[in-house]
C-alpha cells in the first residue's frame, strides 16, 4: 500500500481475523482509525495462508475503498484489503475493513481574566506519541509549546501546528475586524416607514452582534439585523453595533438614521385626497357659473327682440 502525503505514520497491525471458508486470512488489529488532517497513515495488515498453500500462490494484493481497486489516501473512508491467487477466480477480501477518520486541528480560547485569553491546540483524533505545538502570528512562527497567551481584544491571527508532523495548520483564530453597517431602504425616511440595519464582521469565531443608539448603555437590539418598524422622528439619531467573539470585540463606525421631517405616509395620502376634493369643486362651482352666465345672456337677447 502506498501511503499518504504527509508524517504522522499510524502502524495497523493484525488482531481482528477475516477467515475465507478456504481457510485463507486477513489479520487487522483496528477497525477503527483516527488521524489529524494531512498527516500520513499506514494501514497493514497479516495473511494466512491456508494448508498445502504458500504465499507465491498469490499473485495480486491491493487496498480498496467503496470496491474500487485504488486507495483514496485523504479521505475518510472504510480500506479493506484483497488478495487475488494464481487460481483461476480465486479472490479472499477481508471484510468489514478499518474505518479511517481524517480530522483537523483547531484552536480552543479559553477566557483567563479580563486582560488575557489562554489558546490550545486540539485534535479529536489521539495522536500516537507526543508532539509538540508549534504556534503562528499572522503566519509567522513564534512559540512551540502546549500552549499560547494572547491578549483579549487582539485582532492578530493565531493558529497552530504538531510539530514533527507534515499535516496541515489549524485555522487561524482572531477577533472581530471593524464591523460594516449597511441600511435598507437607504433613502431618507418619512414618519410609520420601516428601515433594517445589517452589520457584519470578519471574524473567527463568528462574532455575535448588539445594536446601540449613541448615548444610550442600554442595547437596542442584539442578532445581525435591526429592524424598526413604524419609524418616527424619536427614532432619528446615530447608530452603531458591537460585533464579539471569543478574541475580543469591535465597534462599527456610527451611522445617523433621520427622518425627512415631513409627514406619514397615510397623512399624505389624507391630505392629496383633501387638495384633489377642493379642486374638483371649484371645477364644478366654475361649469354651473358658467353656464348660469350663458342662461342669463340668453334671457337678455330674447327680451331684446
Not at 475503498?65 to 479521505?75: A, F, I, Q, V
Not at 478499518?98 to 480560547?109: W, Y
Request: charged letters at 20%; aromatic letters at 8%.
Amino acid at each position: 500500500m502506498s501511503p499518504s502525503a504527509g508524517g504522522l505514520v499510524v502502524f495497523l497491525l493484525s488482531v481482528q481475523v477475516i477467515q475465507s471458508q478456504d481457510g485463507w486470512r486477513v489479520n487487522y488489529r483496528q477497525t477503527d482509525v483516527c488521524a489529524a488532517k494531512g498527516s500520513e497513515v499506514y494501514i497493514t495488515c497479516d495473511i494466512t495462508h491456508p494448508p498445502g498453500r504458500d504465499p507465491s500462490d498469490i499473485k495480486d494484493r491491493c487496498w480498496f475503498t467503496k470496491e474500487k481497486d485504488d486507495l483514496r489516501e485523504s479521505d475518510s473512508a472504510e480500506y479493506k484489503f484483497t488478495l487475488m491467487t494464481n487460481k483461476p477466480g480465486e479472490k479472499y477480501t477481508g471484510s468489514p475493513g478499518v474505518t479511517l477518520s481524517v480530522k483537523g486541528l483547531q484552536v480552543q480560547v479559553g477566557r483567563l481574566n479580563s486582560t488575557w485569553l489562554e489558546l490550545t491546540c486540539h485534535s479529536s483524533c489521539v495522536l500516537p506519541g507526543r508532539h509538540l505545538n508549534v504556534w503562528y502570528k499572522n503566519e509567522e512562527s513564534i512559540k512551540r509549546g502546549s500552549s499560547l497567551l494572547v491578549s483579549y481584544g487582539s485582532t492578530d491571527r493565531y493558529s497552530c501546528y504538531l510539530r514533527g508532523t507534515t499535516g496541515q495548520r489549524s485555522p487561524a483564530v482572531y477577533g472581530p475586524q471593524r464591523p460594516s453597517v449597511s441600511v435598507s431602504p437607504s433613502a431618507e425616511m418619512l414618519e410609520g416607514d420601516s428601515v433594517t440595519l445589517t452589520c457584519s464582521a470578519d471574524a473567527n469565531p463568528a462574532a455575535n452582534y448588539t445594536w446601540y443608539k449613541e448615548h444610550e448603555d442600554s442595547p437596542r437590539a442584539s442578532g445581525q439585523n435591526f429592524t424598526i418598524t413604524d419609524f418616527t422622528a424619536e427614532h432619528s439619531g446615530n447608530y452603531y453595533c458591537e460585533a464579539q467573539n471569543e478574541m475580543g470585540c469591535s465597534n462599527s463606525t456610527l451611522i445617523l438614521i433621520n427622518s425627512s421631517g415631513g409627514c406619514t405616509r397615510s397623512t399624505t395620502t389624507t391630505v392629496f385626497a383633501s387638495i384633489s376634493a377642493v379642486f374638483l369643486l371649484i371645477i364644478i362651482l366654475a361649469v354651473l357659473y358658467i353656464r348660469m352666465i350663458k342662461q342669463r345672456d340668453q334671457r337678455i337677447t330674447f327680451r331684446s327682440h
